[in-house]
């Protein structure tokens, strides 16, 4: 990506970053070292460059925002204590939209595309924009690398 593609990007999520519940997510773990902050940023440079590769017709801030805030869950699942992180991968999709809804009144869309970013795990909560399919596999790309490269 060309530096004015990174210039586009911070100046559109530049309220996101001042917010101290997305800056919350640095607290929180994904999978192994990488906070939920990291990874979560990682989708959205993904999403992005996908989109741009494709030339794709889509609104960018809607992208970006529905990419950095697609785990916006706000809470540790490794430790929840109850058993109930068990469904984590199930239940996080729909606390992150609404948490997303609730704090920065993202659009039903960027709220679908938040909900549906687990297909096929939550099965009947598939994608239906552009937008939440590219999130959908560039979650799982990004998830693929920080697995993989996890010492
Ligand atoms: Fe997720
Ligand atoms: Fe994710």
Redesign the pocket.
Known sequence: MRAEDYDFIEKEISLLESDPSVQEMRRFYQHGKVSTYV?ARR?MLKSYAICKFFHAKVDYHDLLYAAFL??FYLYDWHHVGDGSHRLHGFRHPKIAAENAVARFGVSSMVAKAIRT?MWPLTLVHIPTSRIGWVICIA?KLV?IQEVLSRK
């Open positions: 990874h989708v697609h785990d970013h979650d998830s």
